[in-house]
């Protein structure tokens, strides 16, 4: 399996700190929705071993279609 150390509660792990994209409402909401989480950090944090292949990956295929990664 692919993802072996994803979480079983993304949300409770990864939580929502390190993601820019979301404002103080959405934050808000989230903790209103699901409560606080556990811990705030990144898949790329979090699974390290696994963005690396997948990022070196990327890197290979240079310009091939997608289909090559």
Not at 23 to 43: I, L, Q, V
């Amino acid at each position: 399996m692919i993802w072996s150390c994803k979480p079983a509660e993304p949300y409770q792990e990864l939580g929502y700190a390190e993601m820019s994209l979301f404002n103080k409402s959405d934050r808000k909401a989230f903790d209103e929705a699901w409560g606080a989480p556990e811990t705030h950090t990144t898949m790329n944090k979090k699974c390290r071993e696994i963005w690396n292949r997948y990022e070196a990956k990327l890197v290979n295929a240079g310009g091939r279609s997608r289909g090559a990664i």
